[in-house]
Structures are given as structure tokens and as C-alpha cells.
């Protein structure tokens, strides 16, 4: 699939960079489903200090988001599905937990990470976000900058050039990580297409019980 991307499908850390090689656009992870469980990303080392540029050009810390949950995408915005996709069922699902725990939810930020820092300008993020939610923050910087944040963060991404040199696609693994106040992990968010009615397997309702479950 144009676009396709990689999914980590597994809490345990040591595997889950090898589990992001696999799987390109196929139903992957969810979060464990028993109430007072830890999520399956505690412990794990994800995460680290970074500094980027936001959408308005202006920079960013890890640590400015010290005191909130974030969750976090990577992505990029020339993806023609996939990542739009995703997105729009993390901020529909956090739409609704807005209005439902206005409270919790100001204590949570969405962040989108991009993957194609050549293309992914501050000019182009702007826009993108913000048809997604005033709330959503989009994060770019220079590729040494991207790869170590990435890296940091056990995301794998790799640009695949188009046939007949019309542009390239960026193959990325996708599934969002749930970060606490700490800016320690805590679960994976699942996003794929809902299975069964009543399983938990993905889309904005298993997005927003994943968000009703850790945020407190």
C-alpha cells in the first residue's frame, strides 16, 4: 500500500523495534484490557528529552509538556491514508473525551511527530493539524533531529522513492504511544479498524477507553 506503514504489536521491550518492521498497514496492537492493570509500556525505554519546531515555527521541548499526558504520533502529511486515517480517530476519540472529562482532558496533549522533516515544514504542518483539532500540536525539525527522536522514541521509518521519480513515500511504524505526566510511557494506543462489535481492537472507541482507562 502506498504509504504503508509498520506496526509494533508487542509490550515486551526488547522486541518491540523488530515487531515495528512488520506488519505494514495490517490490524496490530491494542491495550490490555483488565481495569487497574498496568499498561504494557511501563517500564519500557521510550521516550527521551528532544527539542523541535512546532507548526508556528517556534521551538519545542520534551519537557514543556512536563505535568501532562501526551499522546504521541508519528506520521507524516503527504501519507494519502493511512496516517490521516489515524488521526482522525485519535482526535475523534479525544473530541469526545473532551466533552465527556473536560477536566482529565486538559491534562492531556495530542502531538503529531513527523517522519519527513524535508517536506513536513512548519508552513505545511500548520494547516494539517489543524484540520485535525485546534488541540493537536505538530512537531518538526531537521532529519539528524528526526532520526534521533524517532530512534529515542523505537519508531522505525524508511523512504521508498516512487517509480518513474514521482516523489517517495515513507513507510513508517504508526501505533501511538500514551505518556503519563512523568514523560514515561505507559500503553499503546490502539487505532486500527474495529474487528468484532464489542472487541476492543481499534478505532475512536477503543481509543477513547484507552484514554478513560489511564487518564486520571
Not at 521510550?46 to 504520533?73: E, H, M
Not at 495530542?110 to 493537536?136: H, T
Not at 512523568?182 to 481499534?202: F, H, N
Request: charge should be neutral; charged fraction near 20%.
Amino acid at each position: 500500500m502506498a504509504g504503508g506503514t509498520m506496526n509494533k504489536a508487542s509490550p515486551a521491550l526488547l522486541i518491540l523495534p523488530l515487531l515495528a518492521l512488520l506488519g505494514g498497514c495490517q490490524p496490530g496492537a491494542g491495550s490490555d484490557a483488565d481495569n487497574g492493570a498496568q499498561g504494557e509500556l511501563v517500564g519500557a525505554r521510550i521516550g527521551a528529552p528532544f527539542t523541535l519546531t512546532d507548526q508556528d515555527g517556534k521551538s519545542v521541548r520534551w519537557d514543556d509538556f512536563a505535568g501532562k499526558y501526551r499522546i504521541v504520533y508519528f506520521g507524516y502529511t503527504y501519507c494519502p491514508d493511512v496516517c490521516p486515517m489515524d488521526l482522525q480517530r485519535i482526535m475523534q476519540a479525544f473530541g469526545r473525551f473532551e466533552k465527556e472529562k473536560p477536566v482529565l482532558a486538559a491534562k492531556l496533549q495530542p502531538i503529531f511527530i513527523s517522519i519527513d522533516p524535508e517536506r513536513d515544514v512548519p508552513a505545511v504542518l500548520k494547516p494539517y493539524v489543524a484540520a485535525f483539532s485546534p488541540r493537536l500540536i505538530g512537531l518538526t525539525g531537521t532529519p539528524a533531529q528526526i532520526g534521533r527522536v524517532a530512534k529515542d522514541f523505537a519508531v522505525m521509518y524508511h523512504r521508498e522513492e516512487a517509480k518513474g521519480g514521482a516523489g517517495y513515500m515513507v513507510s513508517h511504524s504508526r501505533t501511538p504511544y500514551l505518556f503519563g505526566p512523568d514523560g514515561k510511557p505507559i500503553a499503546l494506543v490502539p487505532v486500527d479498524d474495529p474487528g468484532t462489535p464489542g472487541v476492543d481492537e481499534g478505532g475512536p472507541d477503543a481509543v477513547l477507553a484507552a484514554l478513560e482507562k489511564w487518564v486520571k
